[in-house]
């Protein structure tokens, strides 16, 4: 059986933003990025606990997870198991303040 994938709708614009920015560079690298972060989030429905444990300080995101896309590792995808299968929280450049960024989903979750 699948487990479920579900991506909340900042994902589809991270996705976007970040295939945009690495076209200015190479555009088939960026539909190789697209295509890499798919098989990510697959790989993750089918074996949720091969990320690695965040250390937000927020008790809300205890159980947020974080990989590396295969192919791109500065490219983090944040998502939480569930009894389902995953969810994909963001998809987030590794040098960008990823606390900062996780404080307003917190923020958006109240």
């Given at each position: 059986m699948m487990r479920q994938i579900y991506k909340r709708p900042q994902v589809i614009q991270d996705l976007i933003e970040l295939a945009t920015?690495?076209?200015?560079e190479n555009l088939d690298a960026s539909e190789q990025f697209l295509t890499a972060a798919e098989e990510t989030f697959k790989?993750?429905?089918r074996m949720p606990g091969i990320g690695k444990n965040c250390q937000f300080t927020n008790p809300q995101l205890v159980d947020v997870r974080q990989q590396a896309i295969k192919g791109f590792r500065k490219y983090l995808v944040f998502y939480r198991p569930n009894t389902s299968g995953i969810e994909i929280l963001r998809v987030i450049h590794g040098a960008?303040?990823?606390?900062?960024?996780?404080?307003?989903?917190?923020?958006?979750?109240?």
């Open positions: 920015y690495i076209s200015l790989q993750l429905a960008r303040d990823l606390a900062a960024i996780f404080d307003e989903i917190d923020e958006e979750n109240e």
